[in-house]
């Protein structure tokens, strides 16, 4: 399929080279996209997949290298200039305004005036004709910040369609996706094929790409490691290629040999930022030495239900209790001095400061004790030596551990947060999507750092979106519906279809006996 | 999984309206108006009272007896206290009730003031007249911070900007117009804009280009503007003797300006004064409704995001302070030239600071910062009024600067209340470097 193809492709990228400063992000890179096709970019966190995509859309310039669309050479010297060759990207962090409605955020840049003011009315119009012809509602006047994760995607996919985008890149569209938009959005994709629209599309879930993709190349280190025919890899190929080695993709794990509850929850209930109960008399034990997965359709009060157990939201009813203490009304920092660490969902807002450096970052929950201070002073020896350390235990990739985080790839973030959590003196374990947007090779890691911890009696309460992380970590698994926890199920015996229809249904009580 | 029985309680049905800050500022109004019915009202001078809305004779006026305004007051209050312990879906009213409560206010004041007061009667509309007047630095302040911060550059050299543009725009006027002529005191005016407009170029690359702390810069801007002037007037302006001279003229507008009562109060002033309702106006026209508005704002909310839309921040943000420097000159001629005609060391006297106050009261929008000039010129006014009244309480007097304070009172139990959280532009103040 793809080699000896005589059409002049619509994307050409032949040699980019790229750096920053002790970074080499790419290194003589070469991608070919052709008309109508869908080519998939692969890498390991790091790898250099958005550089290359920033670069493409001119938001980076290139150290050497070329880029040709539709066969005409052009040098962008920025966003404006991709933007008119018909290139339209939506970003790994959505670069929206949350004050700004739908409509806003879409003309924000190209707007349409009417003299010398805005016209809103024809770019709702607009629209609207769009989420027609492709497939994707949402409503042009409401306010960015109170939509969903999945309808700012869409507002994303309109932005660059409502400036007549051509070439689609889409950097991984989908890691924050629960299942059922991953289905509707890849309905989307579909039909913008189906419309001639050429797509770059970048992903770490590598069952979406063989069902996708037309072609498919992988970064590695900033290189081409290779490149794929979907009809002919595998993801254990696909994998192999990425990370350069074998991948394990079920983890290994003996049987539990669960102690003590570590956190006991009581009749628990919370409200949402809005006031809405998501929260609703939840009850559960986490014992010493076990993982107990929640599992659940989002926005069953997965959110909420971490937010208070580590404190960081007030209870309106209920006990919470960590290691026999009762932290129902503790602060968060008196629940991690407990022993407890917490992997929050939202990497950015609560799990690291951007500005900060690495080693910054690493100790944000023990930066008052000793050895990092001395007293009132901070021990930069001992403060560097534990993020060597770490950095390298973790297998952070960066230049060094001075670097400010906001600098880091996604998935080096993420490792960043699972480092300084995971160490130290825990107990108990609080974990929300660990892995999201982290390439098979680190969620490989993550989830076997997750296994030893519960091995040396740490007790591990896991929220994941993931059915399949879910299923291959749990000793315990609960369903969450509507705020409750409608079933639990040894997680040797439950299988994907039990859990997806009590998920979807909520409680039938006969089928909720099981270990408990 | 006993627990998981556990449902709807008595305790939930409580909980489920719960005390928040809408309660407690209703609370206050509550208490305020069982206060005012109960201990205000009974001590309170029966005889009348007269507020006059146009100069004697033959005015027309409002007389009123102090213990029964006082009393329908309260009533106010205790209504809208009432209201905000309804249930969750008249929050709204609740809202309204508040912002009622808090415009009453204003003539409570007034009555209480003069029911303390030996002089049975004042004129009202010289007191608005005045607070209009008071307010158009206040306001014109309140846009060059609106500018600024909007495009996401803290700007607290307000009050700078706007004394280094009084101070050079009199120079001007007074060494080459000899303080006299119509012709120089207009060509004057220009030059205090274009020194705002210079001024805050100076802070714009400070903050921008220097990526200098904010707030650093704009203290570096007043602190040079208060040496230039004070060097200006006493090696400049002084020895060309021309100190003093004319400002700018009252005029009216035709037709409006014979409108009784009104047309005293609202159609007849000085240029600037109008011209701080254009901006004000034009302010809220450009930044909502046309695409520059919209890139600013951009700016100030996600630099990074407007960059991947190819909007030029650093070029937006640069436009942006300096067209609210150019107002903040405007404001500056107002002092020298308008107001009075002469210039004094620090004559601004904490206008650029109140100005950003009212900004802030009014959630960055040029309407709300307008509302909050508007009550800051009002107290300012009321102050000078109530020194004259000689307001008293069995032979004591009370000082002016209370109920001067008032108003600020009941805005910051407003503000907490009825009008919610203000939330500035998400990304001011953070230094911005454009992808490479
Ligand atoms: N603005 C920047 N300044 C310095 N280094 C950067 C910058 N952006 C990226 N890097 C570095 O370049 C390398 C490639 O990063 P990039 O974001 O392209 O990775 P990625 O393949 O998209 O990874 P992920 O899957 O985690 O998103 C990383 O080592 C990263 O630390
Ligand atoms: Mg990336």
């Not at chain 1, 805005?118 to 629209?127: G, M, P, V």
């Amino acid at each position: 399929m793809a080699g000896d193809d005589e059409r002049i492709p619509v994307l050409d990228v032949r040699g980019v080279t790229k750096t920053f400063p002790g970074v080499i992000a790419n290194e003589d890179v070469d991608l070919v996209l052709h008309e109508g096709e869908i080519h998939c970019l692969l890498g390991e966190n790091g790898a250099g997949k958005s550089t290359l995509m920033n670069v493409v859309f001119g938001l980076y310039q290139p150290d050497k290298g070329s880029i040709r669309v539709r066969g005409e050479q052009v040098q962008f010297t920025g966003v404006g200039d991709a933007i008119d060759h018909g290139i339209g990207m939506v970003h790994q962090h959505f670069q929206l305004i949350p004050v700004f409605t739908v409509a806003e955020n879409v003309i924000l840049g190209n707007e349409l005036t009417n003299g010398p003011f805005l016209d809103i009315n024809e770019a709702r119009r607009r629209i609207i004709e769009l989420e027609d012809k492709y497939g994707l509602a949402v409503d042009p006047d409401a306010k960015v910040g109170d939509l969903s994760v999945g309808e700012q995607q869409r507002v994303e996919v309109i932005k660059a369609l409502f400036r007549e985008a051509e070439i689609l890149i889409l950097d991984e569209p989908t890691a924050v996706l629960t299942p059922g938009e991953v289905d509707e959005f890849f309905g989307v994709v579909r039909s913008l094929v189906d419309q001639g629209k050429s797509i770059i599309f970048i992903t770490h879930k590598l069952r979406e790409v063989l069902a996708v993709a037309d072609r498919i190349t992988v970064l590695r280190n900033g290189k081409v490691a290779g490149t794929a025919d979907p009809s002919t890899a595998t993801q254990k190929s696909l994998a192999n290629l990425m990370v350069g080695r074998e991948v394990v993709f079920q983890v290994a794990k003996g049987d539990a040999h669960p102690g003590d509850p570590v956190i006991k929850i009581t009749g628990l209930r919370v409200e949402d930022v809005r006031g809405a109960r998501t929260v609703n008399g939840l009850s559960v034990e986490v014992r010493a030495g076990e993982i107990f997965g929640v599992a659940g359709v989002e926005g069953n009060g997965q959110r909420e239900l971490v937010e208070a157990v580590t404190g960081m939201r007030p209870k309106i009813g209920g006990t919470v209790e960590i290691l026999g203490q009762d932290a129902t009304k503790m602060s968060p920092r008196q629940i991690t001095e407990l022993g407890t660490g917490h992997i929050p969902e939202d990497r950015n807002k609560h799990g690291v400061v951007g500005a900060y450096s690495i080693a910054d970052n690493l100790i944000l929950n023990r930066y008052f004790k000793p050895p990092f201070a001395r007293r009132w002073l901070r021990n930069e020896a001992a403060i560097a030596s534990e993020a060597e350390e770490l950095v390298a235990q973790f297998d952070v990739r960066t230049p060094g551990i001075h670097v400010a985080v906001d600098n880091l790839s996604g998935g080096n973030q993420q490792k960043v947060i699972v480092a300084r959590e995971l160490t130290g003196d825990v107990k108990a374990l609080v974990v929300a999507q660990p892995t999201r947007g982290l390439d098979v090779g680190s969620i490989e890691f993550i989830h076997n750092a997750i296994i030893a911890l519960r091995d040396k009696g740490v007790g591990v309460l896991l929220v994941s979106a993931e059915l399949d992380e879910i299923l291959s970590l749990s000793d315990r698994i609960g369903v969450l519906y509507r705020g409750r926890l409608v079933g639990t199920f040894d997680g040797a015996d439950a299988t994907r279809e039990e859990l997806g229809y009590l998920m979807a249904t909520g409680a039938a009580p006969e089928s909720e006996e099981a270990a408990s | 999984m006993s627990a998981q029985s556990i449902d709807l309680t008595a305790g939930d049905l409580v909980e489920a309206r719960r005390f928040g800050r809408r309660q407690i500022t209703g609370m206050v109004f509550g208490v305020a108006g069982i206060a005012l019915i109960a201990l205000v009202a009974p001590n309170i001078t029966g005889d009348t009272r007269t507020f006059a809305f146009e100069p004697p004779p033959d005015a027309l006026d409002f007389s009123f007896d102090p213990p029964t305004m006082v009393t329908i007051i309260g009533l106010i209050y205790l209504l809208a206290g009432g209201l905000s312990f309804l249930p969750q879906q008249f929050d709204r009213w609740a809202g309204r009730g508040q912002l009622l409560a808090a415009a009453a206010t204003i003539p409570l004041i007034l009555v209480v003031a003069l029911g303390l007061s030996a002089t049975p009667a004042t004129n009202v509309t010289n007191l608005f007249d005045e607070s209009l007047v008071l307010a158009t630095p206040i306001a014109l302040g309140a846009m060059t911070g609106l500018w600024s911060e909007r495009s996401g550059i803290i700007n607290i050299g307000i009050e700078g900007t706007m004394l280094g543009s009084a101070g050079v725009g009199f120079m001007i006027f007074a060494t080459l117009g000899e303080a006299s002529s119509t012709t120089w005191l207009w060509i004057a005016i220009l030059v205090a804009v274009l020194t705002g407009g210079a001024l805050a170029l100076l802070l714009a690359v400070l903050s921008i280009r220097y990526q200098i702390n904010q707030i650093v810069a704009g203290v570096v801007i007043n602190l040079f503007a208060l040496g230039l002037t004070g060097f200006l007037r006493s090696e400049v302006i002084v020895p060309s003797g021309n100190s003093k001279g004319i400002s700018t003229s009252e005029f009216g507008i035709p037709l409006l300006e014979q409108i009784p009562i009104l047309g005293d109060t609202f159609f007849t002033g000085k240029p600037i004064h109008y011209m701080m309702y254009a901006v004000v106006f034009l302010t809220w026209l450009v930044m909502f409704r046309t695409a520059w508005g919209l890139r600013v704002r951009s700016c100030g909310e996600d630099p990074h995001a407007a960059e991947t839309l190819g909007i030029d921040v650093i070029k937006t943000r640069y436009r942006s302070v300096v067209l609210g420097g150019f107002i903040a000159g405007l404001a500056g001629a107002w002092f020298s030239m308008e107001s009075q005609s002469g210039f004094e060391d620090n004559m601004t006297n904490a206008a650029g600071f109140i100005a950003l106050a009212a900004m802030i009261f009014g959630k960055w929008t040029p309407g709300g910062a307008f509302a909050g000039a508007l009550l800051f010129g009002f107290a300012r006014a009321l102050g000078s009024r109530l020194q004259f009244l000689e307001v008293e309480i069995s032979g004591f007097g009370i000082p002016s600067e209370f109920f001067q304070s008032l108003p600020f009172a009941v805005t910051l139990v407003v503000v907490a209340g009825a009008l919610g959280r203000s939330i500035a532009p998400a990304a001011e103040g953070q230094p911005y470097r454009p992808s490479k």
